[in-house]
């Protein structure tokens, strides 16, 4: 079935540093890809999604690039505030109507 | 543009007690609603998710049970509540088979049995 894998938490990091936070994922065929963060104490916000390989997508600063050979989608950010402290979830979606999410991981960033 | 709302936003309620919490969405037509449960440190468990009024699909077996009565309205429920049934509850909609995956989700209600 289809799964995914994200990097265990939490991670802590000092601000305006890099940031990467691995996700690979199994699936039988070409699903779209999707990273959902977290803020404390809110719901799931829709952070930024790609749907074929080599698509890259990007919001708030952050990006992740589709790669079909490894089979991964990596957030990553350049230089990360202390907002940006949250749980970040991979997830993928291939046509059956449901969303299969990683089990998030817990990023904390320091002033 | 589209809403959802979920209420109530905490609960705080006895063990062996029942549970109603309702999710409605705004500005969107026939969406596919779902309800995900969150345990502390965990990830998300998707409960049920819903295509249309009425037609629901139960991804675990537990203590809980769903209803859509309406077509943007998704009502989780439990006859007696257990102490495993406390979490962070999510409730989320997409636009019907448009190939637009995206999940939208409301602000959750936190769930504590005691």
């Known amino acids: 079935g289809n799964s995914v894998t994200q990097m265990e938490g939490p991670v802590t990091l000092s601000e305006e540093a890099f940031l990467t936070i691995n996700c690979t994922y199994t699936?039988?065929?070409?699903?779209?890809l999707f990273w959902y963060v977290q803020y404390p104490g809110e719901g799931l916000q829709l952070l930024l999604k790609?749907?074929?390989?080599?698509d890259k997508g990007s919001n708030k600063g952050f990006e992740a690039t589709y790669r079909k050979e490894t089979t991964s989608f990596h957030l990553e950010k350049g230089s990360v505030q202390v907002s940006d402290s949250a749980v970040y979830f991979c997830?993928?979606?291939?046509?059956?109507?449901?969303?299969?999410f990683g089990t998030g991981t817990r990023l904390t960033i320091i002033p | 543009s589209q809403t959802i709302h979920q209420w109530p936003a905490t609960l705080v309620q006895p063990v062996g007690s029942p549970l109603s919490l309702e999710c409605t969405v705004e500005?969107?037509?026939?969406?596919?609603l779902y309800w995900y449960r969150q345990a502390a440190g965990r990830g998300l468990q998707l409960l049920f998710y819903?295509?249309?009024?009425?037609?629901i699909s139960s991804e675990v077996p537990q203590n809980l049970s769903a209803s859509r009565p309406q077509d943007r309205q998704f009502i989780l429920s439990s006859k007696k509540l257990l102490l495993s049934d406390s979490g962070f509850y999510l409730c989320?909609?997409?636009?019907?088979?448009?190939?637009?995956?995206?999940?939208?989700f409301g602000p959750g209600t936190r769930l504590l049995v005691l």
């Open positions: 989320a909609w997409s636009v019907q088979r448009s190939g637009q995956e995206t999940q939208y």
């Open positions: 997830a993928l979606y291939f046509g059956n109507e449901k969303l299969t």
């Open positions: 500005g969107t037509s026939n969406p596919n």
């Open positions: 699936a039988t065929g070409y699903p779209s």
């Open positions: 819903s295509v249309g009024i009425g037609q």
């Open positions: 790609a749907t074929k390989a080599d």
